[in-house]
């Protein structure tokens, strides 16, 4: 098993509202030359938590992070213009912090971040850190 010293949480960067799967991710990326989707886990609209890339598979999803990170992608990260919002629904605010907490059961060292924290981009939307957003300050 490889060395998991992050989670990184990261938003398909798609409309609020609008229903994917990881399914749907693994195309987007096997179309921009991916071998299969880089993230572990995608978090549905209902909570639903599916499966992507084996854990024990470095991940495709943050340049210099992949060989020890688990990436986990909430759909959507978008309003109905194209800007970013912490568009996660209720069920998948929960099934994120419980996730995140089976991860870090199994990966004690493990630390969470935001995708934003490693690179120029907004992803994934919201302020992880934040205890306002459902997080200890300490994870």
């Not at 990881?22 to 989707?37: E, T, V």
């Amino acid at each position: 098993m490889r060395t998991i010293t992050e989670i990184i949480i990261h938003c398909s960067a798609t409309y609020e509202g609008q229903a994917f799967t990881a399914k749907d991710i693994d195309c987007w990326h096997r179309k921009r030359g991916y071998r299969m989707i880089g993230y572990h886990y995608v978090i549905l609209l209902d909570g639903t938590v599916e499966q992507g890339r084996p854990i024990e598979q470095s991940g495709a999803h943050c340049r210099g992070h992949n060989a020890r990170s688990i990436g986990i992608c909430y759909i959507g990260g978008l309003d109905q213009c194209g800007h970013a919002k912490d568009t996660r629904t209720e069920q998948q605010r929960q099934a994120l912090e419980l996730l995140i907490a089976n991860l870090q059961a199994r990966f004690p060292n493990a630390t969470v971040h935001g995708h934003r924290e490693f690179a120029n981009k907004e992803c994934p939307c919201f302020d992880v850190a934040s205890p306002s957003e459902g997080r200890r300050a300490t994870d």
